[in-house]
């Protein structure tokens, strides 16, 4: 894939966006590299933690973005891995997991709009649904103290505000394809 300076530049904020700045330096790492890499090699180049590095590469290989080839050493018997850059998928990706987070955060928000819940007010136990609460007699199977009304206003208001955020983020990233074509 043949990118231009701004293209690369763009492709570079949305791993950053989707998977962190610890991973920007590897991705860039790997975005100029023409041959494959190993850990090691990028650990050296950056002067990165190897274990970092690994860190990063799991979360790009985790999303999609970076692949990576195994070998097995003659001489000490040992896996080596070559790592490279899926420039080409970068975009579907990074938009297909940012919806899969907003539909999980839409989700979790229509629970919470849905559902009473009720509290026995204990730090260590847990919330119960409306049919919980009731199948228990209002009174916490844990710490036998009654379960009351439990407000979850705020829970909902943090949900609808990380929705909008990762739509904006979405909303950004559909941008930046366009700005690729
Ligand atoms: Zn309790």
Partial sequence: MVVSEAERQTLIDMVEDVAGPEVKKVAILLFNEKEEVTDEMIA?????????VRKA???LLDLE?????????????????????EPEKITSVVIKK????????????????????????????FRKTFQEAMELDFECDKCFLPLVDFDNSTI???LEKKAEEVQNLIDKQLERVKSLR
């Fill in 65 to 85: 973005i970076a692949s990576f080839r195994k070998v097995r050493d003659k001489q000490t018997g040992w896996f080596i891995y070559f790592w490279k850059l």
């Fill in 57 to 59: 590469l799991y979360k």
């Fill in 98 to 125: 940012q919806r899969a987070v907003h539909f999980k955060i839409l989700e979790r928000l229509q629970y919470e709009r849905e559902n009473m819940f009720f509290h026995c007010s204990s730090k260590d136990c």
């Fill in 44 to 52: 050296d180049q950056l002067d990165v933690k190897l274990d970092e």
């Fill in 156 to 158: 909902i208001t943090i």
